[in-house]
């Protein structure tokens, strides 16, 4: 139990194109899902919090015009990164938790190739 | 906000030794500590975790400890397997929020 998919997986794009990753809690109803960035050997480091149905919430220094967040149904959340540049390239990882108590369950994460 | 630091940053074992990994948090509020596996280019996978009103919690081969007044717990990995091999990371929860702290990652390398 307790499966999130992440799609695409692997994505190379142009400098300027938007790209949009996919978060889908598969067996759970997620009210809560998080992404998180993460560089080589490095942490996770924690983008943004959204709720099912209402703005999500950034963390200091992340640009929310920049990773717009949508967080539609129980069970899929959306990141797009717009205008993407070189500096933009990364991992990135989803998580989704059924409730506040309940723990966060991760994707496989998305790796972000900007030319 | 919390800060969670995570010792060793390395850890190289024997197959069938122990690995221990040790993590501290700041934030004293901090009610959850989940630690995750994360093998080559997957996401994170929870692999155990512990709540504040116990003290320790074990499954197979697994097992954390945690000391609320020091503000630090621990993985214990025993007979290690070389499909123990990947990056583990701690984290910690404050009731606010929902959001984890995430330690800096342990690097696990088991050799046969």
């Known amino acids: 139990g307790a499966v999130v998919s992440q799609h695409p997986s692997w994505v190379i794009c142009k400098s300027g194109t938007s790209v949009k990753i996919e978060c889908r809690s598969l067996?759970?109803?997620?009210?809560?899902m998080f992404w998180y960035r993460q560089f080589p050997k490095q942490s996770l480091m924690l983008m943004a919090t959204?709720?099912?149905?209402?703005?999500?919430?950034?963390e200091q220094g992340v640009e929310k015009d920049k990773f717009l967040i949508n967080h539609a149904s129980l069970t899929l959340s959306t990141l797009t990164v717009t205008s993407a540049h070189p500096e933009d390239s990364s991992f990135y990882i989803c998580?989704?938790?059924?409730?506040?108590?309940?723990?966060?369950?991760f994707g496989d994460g998305t790796r972000l190739s900007i030319l | 906000g919390e800060n969670v630091e995570q010792h060793p940053s390395t850890l190289s074992v024997q197959e069938g030794d122990s690995a221990v990994i040790k993590c501290t948090y700041s934030?004293?509020?901090?009610?959850?500590f989940p630690w995750y596996k994360q093998e080559l280019g997957k996401g994170p996978q929870l692999i155990i975790d512990?709540?504040?009103?116990?003290g320790e919690k074990k499954d197979q081969r697994i097992a954390v400890t945690l000391n609320k007044t020091a503000k630090h717990f621990s993985l214990h990995i025993t007979e290690t397997q070389p499909e123990d091999s990947a990056v583990y990371f701690c984290?910690?929860?404050?009731?606010?929020?929902?959001?984890?702290?995430f330690g800096g990652g342990t690097r696990v390398l088991v050799k046969p």
């Open positions: 998580s989704a938790s059924e409730r506040s108590s309940q723990p966060q369950h």
């Open positions: 934030d004293s509020a901090s009610n959850y």
């Open positions: 984290a910690a929860q404050t009731p606010s929020g929902n959001k984890l702290t």
């Open positions: 959204s709720n099912e149905g209402s703005k999500a919430t950034y």
């Open positions: 067996d759970f109803q997620a009210t809560t």
């Open positions: 512990i709540r504040s009103n116990v």
